[in-house]
């Protein structure tokens, strides 16, 4: 098993963290991982992606080209990223600012309303908790019980509250995907 | 995996905060460096960790001075190292070349950015001619390593500091930004005691002779002499110190060359191209400089094609086809500017290939 | 008979290079003797710059390292962070100095990096054959300023001392000459009062030694050293900028 996984969006909407915790997650669950972040003039002000592998192999190129999963937090990122989807990939967006323009099947769509579920959560911001949960429904190789053990871990303590919405997001993200899925 | 006393599992480290780690576990105890992207985790960790042991970091006002004061510390018996990329590494090739002729130990990390000029901060592999054929005046080398994971980058970086000291000769970890910027799951080992001050070190000669590091022999006779020297130190670098892996090259048809970072997504195009049933596989220099002509020679033999990657206009290539000798057509593909070459890139450039020779 | 001088054991035996009349002779014999009479010999690490001290090397008799054109500053830094119970000097020209070097100069005494700088300014580039140097007189010929150094066209004299003087890291600081046996032995009090300022740890010390050049001068010794005293100290004033308790 080898999955690449693309998360895009604006700087300050914890894309880099959103990556960093999905890739704590999969090596406690027993994967081998890459993070690789954008580092360039993107991370002011334009979009920042950050790439993770995760692979019961060694990974060879920490470079995601065409993502099995491709979480998408605002337009411009739609527009950069939405067309390298692989065909039976996912590409989970936040439906709230994303508005798919293209006619071209951007893999198994998955729209989500995180920035009202983030809301109901707490805080609208938290989109990228959101899109995280329900990635964790539609890729069971991560269980939802590790990332949030990564999430406690990575948080410091003295931040509870942001924790608990970070923890919340997830899960309402998790069942909204869940609900979308279910026949 | 197992692990002995000492090593420990670090979970995802960032390649560059891992180098420095290794370095001090390694017995480094001086850093000196100038700001640059994309290694600045380097000196901010070496900055946050260093003193904790004892060590001194101190930013420099210049790459000049930075590898001056690698110069003087190494000459005094110290583990030291300069880290800086492209542009940095540049500036320094002057004292790069004072420090290989007065036999001063020290490590260099080069985590290589585009270029030329000042170019951008994206990953690139532009430096390796002025990594492995001298990079600044006169007639010296450097002992150049290139790691492609952060694990071989951490056990590298170990190792450099006795490879220095043995050698008394400056090794160079040659990454780039995407090696340093990426975090991988590492382990690392057990921290080490520095090396006792060797004899010839300048720490001050108490009642004995008095020591003296120098790179002036004004005599050309003497000075002809001390570069003997010298190359005789690489003609033993060449009998131990080649490295080198070979991935699926039994039986292969195409034969991908590539160092670095490079050399990891050439892997995942070797393993897309062998599900395809296309016979490719990778060679992989690990020391670039003394670089493995024989053992890629070995595995051209069997070969119709090789294929250089790099993320440079060529440069690896030219001593992959010094290695070659013409006994096959030796291809080339190079993205630069900070483009990283993808897999599927690599693949289509191994397809058009075997269609010609399958 | 009784011995009353000799040579100072902080130099070799080996005879110096310098040309007949040129000062450097007697600023070497100073450094070795405040080294000798301070017992620094053994701890000492001295770095030789480039230029016509370039072989200091060969001379003082203790650990040495020689360094690129103007970062003597900086490799002493190096060795000095290392080890900072040893005793570290570079010896530099004004070429080395106050040109290429300026930068690594400023930032070492702006650190108050505990070194001591022997400054030897003759105003010229004396080992490649007399070119204007920061430190040329206006002018002044040489053979880079053949009609003599012109303000409008290559700039001013550039005062090291009056630089460094604004700098908290800096613990000692004085412009001296040898152009005179009581000024040679005022020479001496300040190079150990740098020396001092280092053993004690306070911060960089820079002693700036007035030196005469009459092979690129074009002048016999004792005119050498009548220009030193005439129309260098007028630009260069003998003080001591910077002293501590």
């Known amino acids: 098993m080898e999955y690449g996984i693309m998360i895009a969006g604006f700087g300050g909407q914890g894309v880099l963290f959103t990556g960093r915790l999905l890739a704590e997650t999969a090596l406690i669950s027993g994967y081998q991982v890459t993070w690789y972040p954008s580092y360039g003039p993107e991370q002011r002000g334009g979009t920042c992606h950050a790439a993770v592998v995760i692979s019961s192999e060694p990974i060879g190129s920490p470079v995601v080209d065409e993502p099995d999963f491709l979480l998408v937090l605002n337009q411009p990122s739609w527009e950069r990223f939405a067309l390298t989807t692989s065909k039976q990939g996912y590409t989970i967006y936040n439906s709230d600012l994303v508005k798919p323009a293209s006619t071209a099947k951007p893999g198994i769509p998955i729209p989500i309303p995180a920035s009202q579920i983030a809301e109901k959560a707490g805080d609208a911001r938290v989109t990228n908790m959101v899109l995280f949960g329900s990635f964790l429904r539609v890729c069971p190789e991560i269980p939802i019980d590790h990332a949030q053990s990564s999430l406690r871990a990575l948080i410091s303590p003295r931040y509870e509250d942001l924790l608990n919405i970070d923890l919340k997001c997830v899960d309402m993200g998790y069942a909204f995907a869940d609900n979308l899925l279910s026949p | 995996m197992a692990q002995s006393i000492g090593e420990q599992s670090m979970g995802l480290m960032k390649g560059n905060e891992a180098i420095a780690e290794a370095a001090i576990r390694a017995g480094c105890r001086a850093y000196f460096g100038y700001p640059i992207t994309p290694q600045n985790e380097i000196p901010e960790y070496m900055a946050k960790h260093l003193p904790k042991v004892g060590g001194v970091f101190l930013q420099a006002e210049s790459e000049l001075a930075a590898i001056n004061m690698v110069y003087g510390a190494g000459g005094a018996g110290v583990h030291v190292m300069t880290s800086s990329s492209s542009p940095g590494i540049s500036l320094k090739q002057e004292g790069l070349s004072y420090i290989a002729c007065a036999e001063v130990p020290c490590v260099v990390v080069n985590m290589m950015r585009s270029g030329p000029g000042l170019g951008g901060i994206l990953p690139a592999q532009g430096d390796y001619f002025q990594a492995t054929k001298g990079g600044g005046h006169g007639d010296y080398h450097l002992l150049v390593l290139a790691p492609s994971t952060i694990q071989e980058a951490v056990d590298l970086t170990y190792e450099a500091f006795d490879l220095a000291r043995r050698y008394r000769n400056p090794v160079m970890i040659l990454g780039d930004g995407l090696l340093g910027q990426m975090m991988e799951s590492v382990t690392l080992p057990q921290p080490k005691a520095p090396l006792p001050k060797p004899p010839w070190a300048t720490t001050g000669c108490g009642d004995g002779e008095p020591r003296v590091i120098n790179s002036l022999y004004i005599q050309g006779d003497v000075m002809e002499e001390r570069t003997k020297r010298i190359f005789a130190k690489y003609a033993k670098m060449k009998q131990n110190e080649i490295r080198f892996e070979n991935y699926k090259t039994d039986g292969a048809k195409i034969i991908l060359a590539a160092y670095g970072s490079t050399a990891r997504i050439a892997k995942t195009a070797v393993d897309k191209a062998r599900t395809r049933g296309i016979k490719v596989g990778l060679f992989r220099p690990i020391s670039l400089y003394p670089f493995p002509y024989d053992e890629l020679s070995e595995v051209a033999t069997e070969a119709k094609a090789v294929l250089t990657v790099e993320m440079s206009m060529g440069q690896m290539v030219e001593d992959v086809r010094l290695a070659v000798e013409g006994r096959c057509p030796v291809r080339f593909y190079g993205r630069s500017g900070g483009i990283v070459p993808t897999p599927q890139e690599i693949l289509q450039q191994i397809q058009a290939i075997w269609s010609h020779i399958a | ?245």
């Open chain 3, 1 to 245: 008979m009784k011995q009353v001088t000799g040579r100072p054991t902080a130099l070799t035996d080996k005879p110096f290079h310098y040309c007949p009349g040129c000062t450097h002779g007697i600023i070497h014999r100073l450094v070795a003797e405040a080294l000798e009479e301070d017992n620094l010999r053994g701890k000492a690490i001295g770095i030789a710059s480039v230029g016509c001290s370039v072989f200091a090397y060969d001379y003082f008799n203790c650990d040495m390292q020689q360094a690129a054109h103007g970062r003597a500053p900086a490799v002493a830094t190096g060795i000095k962070r290392a080890w900072p119970d040893s005793f570290v000097f570079t010896y530099q020209g004004d070429g080395d100095l106050a040109s290429i070097g300026i930068a690594e100069t400023i930032h070492a005494a702006s650190r108050g990096e505990n070194i001591t700088v022997i400054f030897v300014n003759n105003s010229v580039y004396g080992m490649t054959g007399g070119q204007m140097a920061p430190t040329t007189l206006v002018g002044q010929k040489s053979t880079t300023t053949p009609s003599g150094r012109d303000a409008t066209l290559h700039g001013y004299p550039l005062p090291v001392c009056e630089m460094l003087q604004v700098l908290p890291g800096v613990a000692y600081l004085a412009r001296v000459s040898v152009s005179s046996p009581a000024k040679i032995r005022a020479a001496k009090r300040a190079i150990k009062r740098a020396f001092a300022a280092q053993l004690r740890g306070i911060g960089f010390g820079l002693v700036e030694i007035l030196s005469s050049c009459p092979t690129n001068w074009h002048l016999d010794p004792v005119k050498a050293l009548e220009f030193v005293d005439n129309q260098m100290a007028a630009q260069f004033p003998l003080q001591v900028f910077r002293d501590f308790e």
